[in-house]
């Protein structure tokens, strides 16, 4: 990702958007009982480099458009929303 992206989050949600363009990449939301759901809405380039190189499960896929896929993995088991980010960037987002 480009320079200009950031994660903006509180405790409950997380989004990852690039600020210079508002282009949306990632949400993190939390169920509440410790459980976070990641979402993903890539270009079809990236969507096929995050099938063949990340970690994540992916438990469905959709074709929005032409220029955007969308993916869900599987949820993460995390403490706070911090924790999950992180295992997001390191472990599903590897572009």
Same mark, same amino acid.
């Given at each position: 990702m480009k320079k200009t992206s950031a994660w903006i989050y509180n405790k409950e949600e997380a989004v990852f958007i690039d600020l210079s363009t508002g282009r949306f990449y @990632?949400?993190?939301?939390?169920?509440?009982?410790g459980k976070y759901y990641n979402s993903f809405w890539l270009t *079809? $380039?990236? @969507?096929?480099? =995050? $099938? #063949?190189r990340s970690r994540a499960i992916v438990v469905s896929v959709s074709f929005v458009s032409p220029l955007c896929i969308y993916f869900a993995t599987i949820r993460l088991k995390c403490s706070q929303m911090k924790e999950a980010i992180s295992m997001t960037e390191n472990d =599903? =987002? *590897? #572009?």
């Open positions: @990632a949400h993190i939301c939390n169920d509440g009982d *079809p $380039w990236r @969507a096929v480099k =995050f $099938w #063949l =599903f =987002f *590897p #572009l």
